[in-house]
């Protein structure tokens, strides 16, 4: 472990934070701009998948039919090949759609770790601590830029991490392109004793070839490399046939479909998946520009807490005020955007919760305003008999 202490003054940190204060700007108007997109995306994909489920028609997966070209269409079918899957430098070769190779190094990876201590005059004392682990990682560390030299990793791997697609894969009559066959599930290669593996490599278990000593405690410069294949399976493909490819099919809206479930999956769930991923990327999109603008309304503060942090309880005070206020503000404004922006491509929709919420208070403010009916006179017991 190792320790690098920097001093960094009171003017230093003041300038830094004015950067900071214009740049915050900037990321204010494209944090907007994005949510903004957002929700005109987010409806646009709504409604060209809304016209997809109206305008898609299931056909049988072969033979190609020109009566089908420029329309919609579903269809499942096994995704096939006449050509096998390859890797040469191993010696596989599979009845497969995809082989792929994943090559990983036993190897340091340096951790780092950095603490800020405000000292009195609006100075910062910047402690960073630097620490090493022993990982299995399929990128290189180059540890030629370690802070600890004494932490070294070989140059290179033996091999690359790399993926192999067969040739003339089809579904039904149709060429399944990229778009169908990575939608597909995989599973682990099986590997056996007659593949023809390099010589310095072992296997050792189904999937897994080895280059070291003992899997269970590996050392650095150990190599494993597992393999993992996309078998001839079943895919359901909403798409538009142009000859015998499949192209994305232009709704009304202006968005293109081509929607791909790996199974046999029918028509209306795969628009309904389509649908949900919609939606689920909208609200990433939504916490992403909302997340934004909070970090440039605290870069916009930055200033005010530097100048307090002379003292620095005072600095610390005004920080954390000023990150609430920017957590607030960001909110606010976010929120309002994504409002505003909602009622901008939907208005109707805007019109009519408009209606329903006058409507609502309208009749709140009746109910209030007329007088409770007056309670019932009661009558007086008859008195007793004498």
Do not use: C
């Not at 190094?105 to 201590?117: C, G, I, L, S």
């Not at 100075?123 to 022993?134: A, D, L, N």
């Not at 939606?279 to 990433?284: Q, S």
């Amino acid at each position: 472990m190792i320790q690098r202490v920097e001093h960094i003054g009171f003017f230093s940190k003041l300038k830094s934070s004015f950067v900071g204060f214009l740049m915050s700007f900037v990321i204010i108007l494209i944090a907007l701009a994005v949510l903004a997109w957002n929700e005109h995306r987010t409806l646009k994909n709504y409604k060209g998948l809304v016209a997809a489920s109206e305008a898609v028609i299931g056909i049988e997966p072969e033979p190609v039919d020109p009566a089908h070209q420029g329309k919609l269409v579903y269809f499942s079918a096994e995704v096939s090949s006449d050509t096998p899957v390859s890797d040469d430098a191993f010696g596989l070769s599979r009845d497969a759609l995809v082989l792929r190779r994943k090559v990983e190094m036993y190897q340091w990876r340096e951790k780092e770790r950095t603490e800020e201590r405000e000292k009195i005059g609006g100075g910062t004392e910047r402690v960073t601590t630097y620490s090493y682990e022993k990982v299995w990682d399929d990128d290189l560390n180059d540890s030629s830029r370690f802070q600890d030299t004494s932490h070294r990793n070989p140059d290179s791997l033996p091999y690359d991490s790399e993926r192999f697609v067969a040739e003339n894969a089809m579904i039904g009559a149709y060429v399944a392109n990229e778009a169908v066959i990575g939608a597909l599930n995989d599973e682990p290669l099986a590997l056996g004793e007659a593949d023809a593996f390099p010589e310095d490599f072992r296997l050792v278990s189904g999937n897994t070839l080895y280059r070291g000593g003992d899997p269970d405690r590996p050392e650095i410069g150990d190599v494993r490399i597992r393999f993992t294949e996309v078998p001839y399976q079943i895919a359901s493909v909403i798409a538009e046939p142009s000859g015998n490819g499949l192209v994305p099919w232009t709704s009304p809206a202006g968005t293109s479909i081509l929607l791909v479930e790996a199974g046999q999956v029918d028509a209306a769930t795969v628009i309904e998946r389509a649908q949900s991923a919609n939606t689920t990327f909208g609200w990433i999109f939504r916490a992403g520009g909302v997340f934004a603008l909070f970090i440039a309304f605290t870069m916009m503060f930055a200033p005010l807490s530097t100048a307090a942090s002379v003292l620095p309880p005072v600095g610390r005070f005004v920080g954390k005020f000023a990150a609430l206020a920017a957590l607030i503000m960001a909110v606010v404004i976010g929120g309002l955007t994504i409002v505003l922006s909602w009622i901008v491509v939907r208005p109707l929709y805007a019109i009519a919760i408009v209606v329903a919420i006058v409507a609502a208070i309208a009749w709140w403010s009746r109910r209030k305003a007329t007088p409770p009916p007056p309670p019932p006179a009661m009558s007086m017991p008859p008195p007793p008999p004498r």
